[in-house]
C-alpha cells in the first residue's frame, strides 16, 4: 500500500505539535531521558515492528538516509553513526515495551551541541517514516511510536535559524 509521504509528514508534525502543547510535569521530565513517557501497553506496537531485530534493520536503512539526505547528512555522517543506532533501537525499544532500558542522555544533553532547525527535523522525520515504510510497519504502529516521540521534538530543534551539526574527531 503506497502513503503520501506529505500526508504522513503532516499528520504526525499535527500530533506533534499537540502533544508538544500539552505540559509535562517538569520533575518527571528532568529525571526522564524519554521525557517522562512509559512504554506502551502491551507489545503489539513491538512486535509490529519485528521486536528488536527489527528494529536494528529499520535503523540500519534509517542511518543509510540520514547519511544520504543532504539535510541531515552533517548531523549523521560521523564516526559516532554505530553508537546513535545502538542507542535509537534501545529508546525505541523501551518505549514499546519490548523489555529494553534505554541508557542513553536524554534528548536535551544529547543536542545541546547542535542546532538543529525545523528542515533538519522534519526531514529525519521522513527519513524515519522512509525505512518504516520499507520494512513494512504498519502506519498504526508507525503512528503509535511517533506519539511517544513528539513530546521529544521541543528538547531536538535547538534554532530557528541555520542547522549547525557538531564536529566530532575522525576516528583513527
Not at 40 to 58: C, P, R, Y
Not at 61 to 73: E, S
Not at 132 to 157: C, G, T, W
Request: charged share 20%.
Amino acid at each position: 500500500m503506497q502513503f503520501n509521504i506529505k500526508a504522513i509528514i503532516a499528520t504526525a508534525l499535527a500530533t506533534s505539535s499537540l502533544l508538544v502543547a500539552q505540559p509535562l510535569m517538569a520533575e518527571t521530565a528532568a529525571h526522564s531521558p524519554n521525557l517522562g513517557n512509559t512504554p506502551m501497553q502491551g507489545t503489539e506496537t513491538f512486535e509490529a515492528f519485528g521486536g528488536k531485530e527489527g528494529l536494528v534493520k529499520i535503523m540500519d536503512d534509517f542511518m543509510i538516509g540520514l547519511v544520504a539526505d543532504p539535510r541531515t547528512k552533517p548531523f549523521f555522517d560521523n564516526n559516532k553513526q554505530t553508537f546513535i543506532k545502538a542507542m535509537l533501537v534501545e529508546q525505541m525499544c523501551e518505549l514499546m515495551n519490548g523489555g529494553c532500558k534505554y541508557p542513553g542522555r536524554d534528548m536535551k544533553a544529547s543536542h545541546a551541541n547542535m542546532k538543529v532547525n525545523r528542515e533538519g527535523f522534519n526531514a529525519l522525520v521522513e527519513q524515519f517514516q522512509f525505512a518504516m515504510d520499507k520494512h513494512n510497519v504498519p502506519f498504526s504502529a508507525q503512528n503509535k511510536l511517533l506519539a511517544k516521540l513528539a513530546p521529544m521534538y521541543r528538547e531536538i530543534e535547538t534554532t530557528t535559524g541555520d542547522a549547525v551539526a557538531p564536529v566530532f574527531p575522525k576516528a583513527e
